[in-house]
């Protein structure tokens, strides 16, 4: 069965920190890989994706995502991060040309950034 | 554009009362999914419908939940008889296709007592 893991539950930064969240997948098949974030109070959104082409994904708000096959890995990435980047990321795969369109989700990690 | 809209936001039941739940996705969307999200996990996806036929209930409890989109653009969720491990953020989502970005509402959260 398809999984999707998030190696951070939590994770917290200074603002101007690096960040680098982790997620990998479980499915030999090909899949498309999505970014979601939730801030406090607001529902699911989606920060980036990717279906094919460039693995290197750039998404709103500054964030990007790197797809490497091999590792099975969807990492996503901010070089820089404010306090209004304060959220729940949630990581999802789904199979792509599936019969369906369902979405498989990481656990999340709640990303705390200090002022 | 408006986005997907869920009624109620919260609602508090006593254990084997019944609950509903009601989504309008966004405008033409065809393909609707109700997602289920237990605290500390990510969502889950109970059922999809495309227009108002269900593509997939693998994972909808079936004994007690049900859910219909009769005539292909609203859709409601049932619970019935509700038990504690019930108690969730109930998600709706849509996407123009079966193949498409999905986009949430803003959830109904569920405590079951």
């Known amino acids: 069965a398809q999984s999707v893991s998030q190696h951070n539950h939590h994770v917290i930064l200074s603002e101007a920190a690096s960040l680098e969240l982790g997620c990998n997948y479980s499915y030999g098949g090909t899949v498309n890989l999505f970014w979601y974030v939730q801030y406090p109070g607001q529902h699911l959104q989606l920060l980036l994706k990717y279906f094919s082409g460039d693995p290197l994904v750039k998404g709103i708000k500054g964030f990007e995502a790197e797809f490497i096959k091999s590792k099975f890995s969807f990492n996503l990435r901010k070089p820089s991060v404010q306090w209004s980047d304060t959220a729940e990321y949630f990581c999802?795969?789904?199979?792509?040309?599936?019969?369906?369109?369902?979405?498989?989700f990481g656990t999340g990690t709640l990303l705390a950034v200090q002022p | 554009e408006a986005g997907v809209a869920q009624s109620p936001r919260y609602k508090i039941i006593e254990k084997r009362q019944s609950v509903a739940f009601w989504c309008n996705p966004i405008?033409?969307?065809?393909?609707l999914y109700w997602y289920q999200q237990i605290l500390g996990q990510g969502p889950k996806l109970l059922i999809q419908?495309?227009?108002?036929?269900?593509?997939?209930d693998s994972q909808l409890p079936k004994d007690r939940f049900s859910a219909e989109r009769l005539k292909g653009v609203d859709s409601t969720l049932k619970i019935q008889p509700a038990k504690l491990e019930d108690s969730a953020v109930y998600l709706c989502?849509?996407?123009?296709?079966?193949?498409?970005?999905?986009?949430f509402g803003p959830g109904t959260r569920l405590t079951v007592l």
């Open positions: 989502a849509s996407s123009l296709d079966s193949s498409d970005t999905q986009y």
């Open positions: 405008s033409g969307h065809a393909t």
């Open positions: 999802a795969v789904n199979l792509y040309g599936g019969a369906t369109n369902k979405l498989i």
């Open positions: 419908f495309q227009n108002n036929g269900v593509v997939d």
